[in-house]
């Protein structure tokens, strides 16, 4: 029977011919076979002959993301392979264990990386590029992501960063720790923190504070019936929301003058003390001090990352504009994000004791999954670094693996053009821990633009960065480097590194933080050397 309108179960061809037909769109087996492989529909039948059923593939293609992958397909291009936009893996999932140790704008999720350094093939990956026990290189190391997913897969790593604190972070993720050691170290700090405000007229006024916001949210932001009224059309909400926020703050400031709150600080000459409240920042300066006087020197590492994640939060600011902050919030105002009057932060403590908690958990998570391999990152110009020379100082016996096999391949994420400071962007971690910063040495960062110049400056920086790691590598490595070459900068950036693209992953990207959710893809550039290829 040719036609396969009619039929309930499909065999894979039959399926993609009525798919087509059904989407009006060149659906392949592939796509069917990919449907099947990652859980969207079931399969069925045991002898040999898989068949699915017509049902399960107009659900599907009628979900949220079913129609998602039409949507975006039909505007970035039916080139774009879904296979690696992991639309059924949950948030969760994407910031597990360490992952989440601190924010990082920019990083990919691990699943991505899980994906080219794993032992699996499919449709689309059709060669295993790395096995157990390979060196991979990352020499955008960022938050570390790559060195992570190396050690649950059982392979070595080598990061390499500009930025001192991403080195902090990336080594941090990877280390070795005493949990119960860690544990009495950060209950410490809780307890002389809870002391250092117990007195505080602060604590008072924020108690106030929350009293009165719960009343009058109640009164005039009744859940969920206040979302229903937006929704309908029966409020405005921004005009709502600012006459309520201008109510509200008469209330605020009468709190704020009876119980003597000073809350800006009295100069802005750095970034803490412009994104801080006075008392904020006294809870942050108390706090960091004692983090400076533990004595064991990883311990010591570790606990800064989790009082630089409180101080993140804590910066004065909305509660929708903390990744890109605007301007300073010193008083309460009305949230879009949660559909009433909110206040700025008051005290670090809630969040240092969230995250102290935290960061235990995500420790001996991972603890289970690693496996006895080295990894580490390099603080320093990828541009210029010698490797092995750098691990001979750092990890002898990593050395000794080096000095055997070489490093088998790259994956990473190099900076997108004009895109994101990455000092910038920890700027309160540098101000308060004193780090060393070298901004002018980032590749494309945000405050050079995406100028023709720009552009020029970012292909020689990668390029260079490409070449300098080709004499760290085996003959036959595989460079995995993904990027949103918007510019189509990286023919390129191979050609100067000496390295030919052999091969291209277009991927959607649905798991973004910035506001704008349209359709965005960016490519998974697979390179070889240009001599052996």
């Known amino acids: 029977m040719n036609n396969t309108a009619e039929l309930d179960f499909m065999d894979i061809k039959q399926a993609s011919e009525w798919a087509s037909r059904y989407l009006n769109k060149n659906v392949t087996a592939s796509n069917i076979t990919y449907l099947i492989q990652y859980g969207k529909i079931k399969k069925i039948g045991n002898d040999g002959t898989i068949l699915v059923d017509k049902k399960d593939l107009i659900n599907y293609y009628k979900s949220f993301n079913g129609n998602r992958e039409i949507n975006w397909k039909n505007q970035l291009g039916h080139d774009v392979n879904w296979t690696l936009s992991f639309d059924n893996v949950k948030e969760a999932e994407t910031t597990k264990h360490v992952h989440r140790l601190h924010p ?21 990956k059709k060669e295993i590029y790395f096995k157990k026990g390979d060196v991979v290189l990352d020499p955008f190391c960022g938050s570390g992501t790559t060195l992570v997913q190396a050690s649950e897969l059982g392979m070595h790593a080598i990061g390499i960063d500009i930025s001192v604190f991403n080195s902090l972070i990336s080594n941090i993720k990877i280390g070795k720790y005493d949990c119960v050691e860690i544990d009495n170290e950060l209950k410490n700090i809780t307890r002389k923190l809870k002391s250092f405000i117990a007195d505080s007229e602060t604590v008072r006024f924020e108690n106030a504070l929350l009293h ?54 009295e100069k802005s000459d750095n970034f803490l003390d412009k994104w801080y409240l006075q008392h904020v920042r006294n809870e942050i300066d108390f706090a960091a001090e004692i983090v400076r006087q533990i004595k064991n020197q990883e311990i010591k590492k570790l606990i800064t990352v989790v009082l630089s994640r409180t101080v993140r939060t804590c910066r004065a600011t909305t509660h929708s504009d903390l990744a890109t902050l605007k301007e300073p919030v010193t008083q309460t105002y009305y949230c879009s994000k949660h559909g009433k009057i909110c206040k700025p932060l008051f005290s670090i403590l809630s969040w240092w004791e969230r995250y102290s908690l935290d960061t235990i958990q995500r420790l001996e998570i991972f603890n289970k999954l690693r496996t006895d391999t080295y990894q580490i990152c390099l603080p320093g110009d990828a541009q210029t670094i010698n490797i092995f020379d750098e691990i001979c100082g750092a990890n ?6 080096l000095r055997k096999q070489k490093i088998q391949g790259i994956f990473s994420s190099p900076p997108y053009v004009g895109l994101i400071d990455y000092h910038e962007q920890h700027a309160y971690a540098y101000d308060l821990f004193g780090f060393k910063r070298s901004d002018d040495l980032e590749i494309g960062p945000l405050s050079k633009g995406q100028s023709a110049e720009a552009r020029a400056s970012y292909v020689a920086g990668i390029s260079k960065v490409l070449f300098n790691c080709r004499k760290f590598l085996t003959d036959n490595f595989n460079a995995f480097l993904v990027a949103n070459d918007k510019y189509n900068l990286y023919p390129a950036i191979a050609e100067q590194a000496g390295m030919k693209i052999i091969n291209q992953f277009k991927r959607p990207v649905l798991n973004r933080t910035e506001r704008d959710k349209s359709p965005y893809s960016e490519i998974i550039f697979h390179l070889k050397d240009n001599l052996c290829h």
């Open 104 to 124: 990082y704008k920019g990083k990919f999720i691990p699943q991505l990386v899980e994906y080219f350094l794993d032992g699996h093939k499919d449709n689309f």
């Open 212 to 265: 009165e916001l719960a009343k009058f949210n109640n009164t005039f932001f009744p859940a969920p019936e206040f979302r229903r009224k937006i929704n309908s059309g029966e409020i405005n909400e921004y005009k709502y929301g600012r006459e309520k926020e201008g109510e509200f703050l008469s209330i605020f400031l009468k709190l704020a003058g009876d119980y003597k709150i000073k809350i800006k600080q």
């Open 396 to 401: 002898p016996e990593f050395a000794k693996i």
